[in-house]
């Protein structure tokens, strides 16, 4: 059982949000209180002859040997692990930073669930470059969770530790769209929420929240 008590969690997707041809889009995440563990899974898979040529550790760049070595390896940590996975329904979703905001709250919601108040930090593997577009996603995610954690946008390849999202991301991508589930029985047991939900109803629930927030700040009429 993982020391609920001064949590980490690293985020990464899997899919897209404006091909219409996926059909699905995973978000994951991997709390932890020790994040050298989930380096170390990082640097004991690059030691493998099949990982060695590649430049980082990525679910569609790896081989089904390094696939398998790693989450077994990950699966092996003191951990626990998150997935939303969002149905699309034939959309064409912008990848704003509202749009990805809105997804990672409602995998993060689930997170402090759980965490409470030793939730503590947030990492993703970088969605957006521009500076510009990780500050409108810092402060809209903030505004919806409610509360202000420490919020990192990182390179995968400075900060291998959040490469376990992406990995988990990946599995769990190719168990939903029927391609492959072998990857995703590695992990399985570890996860703590596994929640559907489609892109629909998490937009409804965005502005339902953003409605309530708006006529809170509205003065109040006077006679």
């Known amino acids: 059982m993982l020391n609920k008590l001064n949590i980490t969690i690293f985020i990464d997707e899997s899919g ?3 091909d219409p041809k996926d059909k699905v889009v995973i978000v994951a995440a991997v709390g ?3 994040i050298s ?5 990082t640097k004991t898979i690059r030691k493998t002859r099949d990982a060695k040529k590649l430049s980082e550790i990525k679910f569609y760049r790896a081989g089904d040997k390094t696939k398998t070595k790693f989450l077994k390896t990950l699966a092996n ?6 997935v939303l996975i969002v149905e699309k329904q034939g959309k064409s979703i912008k990848d704003s930073p ?3 905001a809105i997804l990672c709250w409602q995998l993060i919601e689930e997170c402090k669930l759980l965490y409470q108040n030793n939730l503590k930090k947030i990492i993703f ?4 470059h521009r500076l510009i577009d990780q500050e409108e996603f810092d402060l809209i995610l903030t505004k919806l969770l409610k509360k202000k954690f420490a919020i990192s946008h990182v390179d995968s390849q400075k900060v291998p530790a959040v490469n376990s999202a992406d990995m988990i991301a990946g599995s769990v991508l190719w168990a939903t769209t029927n391609k492959n589930d072998k990857f995703y029985q590695l992990i399985k047991e570890k996860i703590i929420v596994e929640k559907t939900i489609s ?7 965005f502005w339902q929240t953003k409605t309530r927030s708006n006529q809170r700040k509205r003065p109040s009429k006077t006679s």
């Open 199 to 205: 892109w629909k109803k998490i937009a409804r629930k």
């Open 37 to 41: 563990q989930l380096t170390s899974v």
């Open 125 to 128: 593997d970088r969605h957006f």
């Open 16 to 18: 897209t949000l404006p």
């Open 32 to 34: 932890t209180n020790i």
């Open 98 to 100: 509202e749009n990805f």
């Open 77 to 82: 940590k003191n951990i626990d692990i998150f």
